[in-house]
């Protein structure tokens, strides 16, 4: 299990120290989260870690505030579950902290988008629109037709109408840690993120981790193999 808890900052640029090449990262403040407690398979039926993120509301929860009482832990805004094997070593009370994490790890980024209420479905759904002239009247950014024949003679479920748009939970797949700083707890990931800024995002190993092409060459072909391809090509 490797995964973290943190807010969304904002986006900005590194520079690569190597190539020089500008890269659009965005800075997420990460943990410290309160390992609450430990499960394994013997006493849980599977392997966990649940920990504790953020300061407390005004007003607690009661749920919360017996959680965190049972075991003599600070209380924290909210509480999460990371399925996995937990780090070796990590107990109720310990703190988990960006440096679980180093330069050049591949992650998955969760959060929730941006809410942007009822919309049509040239926003919601990237439709194309009616044409803008040649007889067209008040339609151009309506769906066109919704039915379909005498049989079934009803609308097909799942069709992509106007409604509700964003506040999804969304998962973007194989970025990379650019940068780790343990002493502002903030960490510097390639690309863009779901949600606003200081949205709650959930940072974790990646699940389908790109493998380069020269740490898994092709099987059955030999280096000579593909030198020979190569120059027959050329």
Known sequence: MKAILGRKIGMTELF?????????VTVIEAGPCLVVRTKSVETDGYDA??????????????????????RNLE???????????????????????????????????????KGRGTTGVMKRWNFHGAPGSHGTEKRHRTPGSIGSNTDPGRTIPGKKLAGRYGDERVTIQNLRIVQVDPENRLLAVSGAIPGPRSGLVLVQRAVKARISRS?????????????????AKS
């Not at 190597?18 to 659009?24: I, N, Q, R, S």
């Open 16 to 24: 690569d120290g190597k190539t020089g090449e500008a890269v659009a």
């Open 49 to 70: 870690c649940v920990v504790g993120y953020g300061a407390e509301r005004k007003k607690p929860l009661k749920p919360h505030i017996g959680e965190f009482k049972k």
């Open 75 to 113: 209380s924290r805004r909210m509480l999460r579950e990371f399925r996995g094997t937990p780090p070796e070593g990590v107990k109720p009370g310990d703190d988990i902290g960006v440096s679980i994490f180093k330069v050049g790890d591949s992650v998955d980024v969760i959060g929730k988008t």
């Open 215 to 231: 740490a898994a060459p092709s099987a059955g072909v030999s280096d000579a193999g593909r030198v020979r391809a190569g120059e």
